[in-house]
């Protein structure tokens, strides 16, 4: 018997190779990442002063750690968190204490929706400038004398344009507190020294996730170039244990080769998900798509989004769903993976083409599905990756 659960995982396979996926928190990550992410690794621990058979496992997180630190010029590198939100509540426990203030973008501004009752911190909201797309620096540097936040973050899940990182840290700096920059989104677009540098502009910490832009196994990332800070957040991602006890040592060398392929390929890589999003954010627009920010050419990131509400979001989503594109109910496109794939701009156009029959000229999804599974098809290979020479 082969088991129901191999049947299902191959019937997946095959269907999610045949859809273009534009979920801007997804990515691909290539066959040899794959191939080391399912390796023997996946079934070892690591502790030295415990376990035996290390040899080469202590090696593989040096040297990830390494890889990292280089990649994002970072003195400091944990590779510990499981996963992007992992790494923020390591945050919020290292920098922050109980009954504190978290100064951060609501979830209704596009935020990260995180349950700070339940940790016992108290979110203040940042303002956010619709016009602009970013916050309001006068109305933040109010709230940030007023509210005294221990931490404040920047980064955000609906983000298409750099935060302000320099000033906010000044004002940090004036009250005492950290300048967080949650880069969950963006992660593989700094790497690739496009969007903004947090770190070298201010901000104490730069965490996220490794699977949506930065094109790794899911999992979760934290830096700084702050010993002081290192010290604190090594106390809550380290042994002995609160958030993680062993980490994943097969994800840590599937991220470690990553970030490898990165140090290769990450410029060219982060530059043309920027290009291709403006592209197909233009030929969306065109062709009546209503897509916000016209006023600053549409997007600086991975992301695009389309000025609908929740009612149209869902039918929007479940729309393209039948035609095999897969996007979120914000409804936000994201370029990461298919730029990955290596996707062209005739295809872009092509795919812009039936979104908008779709959304706006309302036509039948499914007369597409067969165009679009063979368009997904074509795309197979990883790029910017070990596993193709480009
Ligand atoms: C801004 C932001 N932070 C954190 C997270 C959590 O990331 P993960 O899914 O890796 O836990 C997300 C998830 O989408 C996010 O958008």
Not at 165 to 187: N, P, Q, R, T
Not at 260 to 273: F, N, R, T, V
Not at 313 to 321: A, F, S, T, V
């Amino acid at each position: 018997m082969r088991g129901r659960i191999a049947d299902l995982v191959e019937r997946h396979e095959k269907y999610r190779s045949e859809c273009i996926n534009l979920i801007p928190s997804e990515n691909v990550m290539s066959e040899t990442a794959r191939k080391i992410l399912a390796s023997d690794l996946v079934h070892r621990y690591h502790h030295e002063d415990f376990y035996g058979g290390l040899q080469y496992i202590l090696e593989i997180l040096q040297k990830t750690r390494d890889i990292i630190k280089d990649l994002f010029k970072a003195k400091y590198a944990f590779v510990e968190p499981l996963s992007g939100n992992i790494s923020f509540l390591a945050a919020l426990l290292a920098l922050s204490k109980p009954g504190d203030k978290i100064a951060i973008l609501s979830p209704e501004d596009g935020g990260y929706p995180f349950n700070f009752e339940l940790v016992d911190r108290v979110p203040v909201y940042l303002p956010f400038d619709w016009r602009k797309g970013t916050i309001n620096i006068e109305k933040t540097r109010k709230l940030i004398y007023l509210e005294k936040p221990s931490i404040v973050v920047l980064g955000s899940s609906f983000i298409l344009f750099p935060f302000p990182v320099k000033a906010v840290s000044e004002m940090c700096k004036d009250i005492d507190s950290y300048l967080v920059y949650d880069g969950s989104h963006v992660l593989g677009l700094i790497a690739g020294n496009t969007f903004q540098d947090p770190l070298a502009e201010g901000a104490d910490v730069l965490l996220g996730s490794t699977h949506k832009t930065f094109p790794g196994p899911q999992g979760g990332l934290i830096l700084t170039n702050n010993a002081d800070i290192a010290k604190k957040l090594a106390k809550v991602v380290t042994f002995p244990p609160v958030l993680i006890d062993n980490a994943h040592v097969n994800r840590i060398a599937a991220l470690g080769i990553t970030a490898e392929e990165l140090l290769s390929h990450g410029k060219i890589y982060a530059k043309k998900i920027i290009e291709n999003s403006k592209f197909l954010a233009k030929e969306l627009h065109e062709r009546g798509v209503k897509i916000a920010f016209e006023n600053r050419d549409f997007t600086e990131s991975h992301q695009i989004w389309l000025k609908v509400d929740e009612r149209e979001g869902k039918i929007i989503q479940e729309d393209l769903e039948r035609a095999n594109i897969i996007v979120d109910r914000g409804v936000r496109f994201g370029t990461q993976e298919v730029t990955r794939k290596g996707i062209t701009k005739a295809d872009l156009e092509k795919l812009a083409e039936i979104i908008s029959s779709i959304i706006v000229t309302k036509t039948k999804p499914t007369y597409f599905l067969e165009e679009v599974k063979t368009l997904a098809r074509k795309y197979r290979r990883i790029l910017y990756s070990f596993d193709v020479r480009i």
